[in-house]
């Protein structure tokens, strides 16, 4: 699953959502990661997915 099929999954980006990059939270046995990844990137089951907003 990428990134943009869990964000149509989740019900689309809003009109005001940053659709160039998103935050991406993984944790694992050696602990929890955070990274900034395009909306076609891969993720795993159990990763969080952070749409922030833009300003304009």
């Known amino acids: ?3 943009e099929s869990a964000v ?7 009109p ?3 659709r160039d990059s998103v935050t991406v ?5 050696s ?3 955070r990274f ?3 909306p076609g ?3 795993s089951p159990g ?4 749409v922030s907003e833009r300003w304009f």
Do not use: N, W
């Open 25 to 29: 939270t993984h944790t694992d046995a």
């Open 36 to 38: 900034v990844v395009p």
């Open 41 to 43: 990137s891969p993720i």
């Open 47 to 50: 990763d969080t997915v952070l």
């Open 31 to 33: 602990g929890t990661s």
């Open 16 to 18: 005001r959502a940053r």
């Open 1 to 3: 699953m990428t990134v």
């Open 8 to 14: 149509a999954i989740a019900g689309g980006f809003s």
